[in-house]
């Protein structure tokens, strides 16, 4: 029996623009918590066992800012430097404590991600350290990508000398906007000018892949003010580029501003015409398009972290508010500093919370948005029922997020725009078709 759906809400609106607003993708999906009592008792039996052999990665979080972003919510502590030199010592212990486990030698590590907050926030000493740990307690694969991600203000040379001797080999620089303006409203202390010679200053050293994240939608922001970033992006020598789009986070301060009338953000619209208009930048310009996000100039330019990580390979992660992922568990570290220093004395994995799949077969879920972020899936590979999603495709081929209405979705760029939003309808629907259908008995 095939089964009946109810593909009206995700019908692309007509008018416009496809959707209402665009949709960010939801972590935890389809994960039922572990109970307190039970987490270290599963993190032991986690790292002990033998897992499916997967692509394996590593995420470093360092939470600590000089000042707090107006548009970000991860924003966790002030950046102190003896707080840092602290919390380094005891990230170091947490690595030493997992590193011979089964899991840790089990498989080569692909990429290697300092996140934060802010990784360049450590001192030369503390980050040279950190590599040098990982390089010689885990399984890093011989072109393991070691990304540092950094802001402008106080990554100075020696900070960057010392993640290069060590090891590094991509820095990702949070710009965001290289308008003086924009930057000094989401609280950056550096102007577009100083932005722009770091990151040209960088880029010369030329030993390294050198990224830069730019964001649209932000206040103020308009086609020329964009446009002038783009240009900027183009001439200084980076190696990648990516382009986000806002994500307004409720109870950050630009979230606030804009909830409270203080300040307004471009519309879903808008920030569409921006993110099409990158696109148009970059394809004239020849930069290589590697996922939604994400332009390459050159070959050095891998994303690879990213792009695995969309692939649900498994994560390995350390730090307080760090988040990972092995064989349908999920978990994250202790946000607060006094709860990870507890935990790393007391010999445990400071697990704030730890989740367990649902789905036995979750591995299609990171399969459908690893082809969604590349901008290509083959809906036949996830249900037998495909056919019934035609009148749905041939909707979305009509609104423009697709190349044709066929059962092998080719995103167009308007499409890569509301990529969350398709990808969530797909996972709905595919869910939905491939649940067990009931018998006629039953019915009756």
């Given at each position: 029996?095939?089964?009946?759906?109810?593909?009206?809400?995700?019908?692309?609106?007509?008018?416009?623009?496809?959707?209402?607003?665009?949709?960010?993708?939801?972590?935890?999906?389809?994960a039922m918590p572990i109970n307190p009592d039970k987490r270290e008792q599963t993190w032991q039996k986690l790292i002990t066992s033998t897992?499916?052999?997967?692509?394996?990665?590593?995420?470093?979080?360092?939470?600590?800012?000089?000042?707090?972003?107006?548009?970000?919510?991860?924003?966790?502590?002030?950046?102190?430097?003896?707080?840092?030199?602290?919390?380094?010592?005891?990230?170091?212990?947490?690595?030493?404590?997992?590193?011979?486990?089964?899991?840790?030698?089990?498989?080569?590590?692909?990429?290697?991600?300092?996140?934060?907050?802010?990784?360049?926030?450590?001192?030369?000493?503390?980050?040279?350290?950190?590599?040098?740990?990982?390089?010689?307690?885990?399984?890093?694969?011989?072109?393991?990508?070691?990304?540092?991600?950094?802001?402008?203000?106080?990554?100075?040379?020696?900070?960057?000398?010392?993640?290069?001797?060590?090891?590094?080999?991509?820095?990702?620089?949070?710009?965001?906007?290289?308008?003086?303006?924009?930057?000094?409203?989401?609280?950056?202390?550096?102007?577009?000018?100083?932005?722009?010679?770091?990151?040209?200053?960088?880029?010369?050293?030329?030993?390294?892949?050198?990224?830069?994240?730019?964001?649209f939608g932000l206040p103020e922001q308009d086609a020329k003010l964009w446009g002038e970033d783009l240009e900027i992006a183009r001439d200084?020598?980076?190696?990648?580029?990516?382009?986000?789009?806002?994500?307004?986070?409720?109870?950050?301060?630009?979230?606030?501003?804009?909830?409270?009338?203080?300040?307004?953000?471009?519309?879903?619209?808008?920030?569409?015409?921006?993110?099409?208009?990158?696109?148009?930048?970059?394809?004239?310009?020849?930069?290589?398009?590697?996922?939604?996000?994400?332009?390459?100039?050159?070959?050095?330019?891998?994303?690879?972290?990213?792009?695995?990580?969309?692939?649900?390979?498994?994560?390995?992660?350390?730090?307080?508010?760090?988040?990972?992922?092995?064989?349908?568990?999920?978990?994250?570290?202790?946000?607060?500093?006094?709860?990870?220093?507890?935990?790393?004395?007391?010999?445990?994995?400071?697990?704030?919370?730890?989740?367990?799949?649902?789905?036995?077969?979750?591995?299609?879920?990171?399969?459908?948005?690893?082809?969604?972020?590349?901008?290509?899936?083959?809906?036949?590979?996830?249900?037998p029922h495909a056919q019934q999603l035609a009148p749905l495709l041939q909707q979305w081929y009509q609104a423009g997020l697709t190349l044709?209405?066929?059962?092998?979705?080719?995103?167009?760029?308007?499409?890569?725009?509301?990529?969350?939003?398709?990808?969530?309808?797909?996972?709905?629907?595919?869910?939905?078709?491939?649940?067990?259908?009931?018998?006629?008995?039953?019915?009756?």
């Amino acid at each position: 029996m095939k089964p009946e759906l109810n593909l009206a809400p995700h019908y692309a609106l007509d008018g416009h623009q496809p959707f209402k607003d665009r949709h960010a993708t939801m972590p935890w999906r389809s994960a039922m918590p572990i109970n307190p009592d039970k987490r270290e008792q599963t993190w032991q039996k986690l790292i002990t066992s033998t897992t499916a052999a997967r692509k394996r990665l590593v995420y470093l979080h360092i939470p600590f800012c000089a000042t707090h972003c107006t548009f970000c919510g991860f924003y966790q502590n002030r950046d102190d430097a003896d707080q840092s030199h602290h919390y380094t010592d005891m990230l170091l212990r947490e690595i030493e404590a997992e590193a011979d486990s089964q899991l840790h030698q089990s498989a080569p590590i692909h990429a290697v991600y300092f996140g934060g907050g802010t990784p360049s926030a450590l001192s030369a000493y503390d980050l040279s350290r950190i590599i040098t740990t990982l390089r010689r307690r885990l399984p890093l694969a011989p072109d393991c990508e070691i990304t540092i991600e950094g802001r402008v203000l106080n990554f100075d040379d020696q900070r960057i000398d010392a993640c290069l001797d060590a090891g590094a080999n991509r820095f990702s620089i949070g710009i965001q906007s290289f308008n003086s303006r924009i930057r000094k409203k989401m609280a950056r202390t550096s102007t577009g000018e100083e932005a722009r010679i770091f990151m040209e200053k960088l880029c010369r050293r030329d030993n390294a892949a050198v990224v830069c994240d730019l964001l649209f939608g932000l206040p103020e922001q308009d086609a020329k003010l964009w446009g002038e970033d783009l240009e900027i992006a183009r001439d200084i020598g980076l190696d990648g580029v990516d382009l986000y789009a806002l994500n307004l986070i409720p109870n950050t301060p630009l979230g606030k501003a804009v909830e409270n009338g203080r300040t307004t953000i471009p519309s879903p619209a808008e920030r569409r015409d921006l993110y099409l208009q990158g696109c148009d930048f970059m394809d004239k310009e020849g930069w290589h398009c590697i996922s939604n996000s994400h332009w390459a100039r050159t070959t050095r330019e891998r994303n690879l972290y990213n792009l695995l990580i969309k692939q649900g390979a498994d994560c390995l992660a350390f730090g307080s508010g760090a988040g990972g992922s092995v064989d349908g568990y999920s978990w994250m570290g202790e946000r607060s500093l006094e709860a990870y220093y507890n935990a790393i004395d007391a010999g445990k994995k400071p697990l704030m919370m730890m989740m367990q799949t649902t789905d036995p077969q979750y591995q299609w879920r990171h399969q459908l948005q690893a082809g969604i972020e590349t901008a290509r899936v083959t809906l036949d590979k996830f249900t037998p029922h495909a056919q019934q999603l035609a009148p749905l495709l041939q909707q979305w081929y009509q609104a423009g997020l697709t190349l044709d209405a066929s059962s092998c979705l080719r995103l167009t760029n308007e499409g890569r725009f509301w990529a969350s939003n398709i990808l969530q309808s797909l996972q709905e629907l595919i869910t939905e078709l491939n649940l067990p259908q009931p018998t006629a008995e039953q019915i009756i």
